[in-house]
Nanobody
Framework: QVQPVESGGGLVQPGGSLRLSCVISGIMFRPYTMGWYRQAPGKQRELVAT???????NYADSVKGRFAISRDMDKNTVYLQMNSLKPEDTAAYLCNFQSPGDFRWGQGTQVTVSS
């Protein structure tokens, strides 16, 4: 299967916003879950937000109320709108797609929150 491709990372000041995009090519069998994880240097990879094939979303407590995940299945794209960014949000953000027998990671896009 084709690897997801992320975009939209960058450098932003605290309090700023970014929108990440991830294009997931190939066949997607239900049920599936797609979403975003992040990994900061020296830390474990952690879930940020996911959405499943029923449209049910799940967020890490640390991003609730600030981040929003959405998908456009006509474009095979999942988005992560990130608002009120904090320095502790700095990490590589990786897109993930999973369904029975299918597990894919993107290469990641770097988000740096700094003044």
């Amino acid at each position: 299967q084709v690897q997801p491709v992320e975009s939209g990372g960058g450098l932003v000041q605290p309090g700023g916003s970014l929108r990440l995009s991830c294009v997931i090519s190939g066949i997607m069998f239900r049920p599936y879950t797609m979403g975003w994880y992040r990994q900061a240097p020296g830390k474990q990879r952690e879930l940020v937000a996911t959405v499943n094939s029923d449209g049910i979303t799940n967020y890490a407590d640390s991003v609730k109320g600030r981040f929003a995940i959405s998908r456009d299945m006509d474009k095979n794209t999942v988005y992560l709108q990130m608002n009120s960014l904090k320095p502790e949000d700095t990490a590589a953000y990786l897109c993930n797609f999973q369904s029975p027998g299918d597990f894919r990671w993107g290469q990641g896009t770097q988000v740096t929150v700094s003044s």
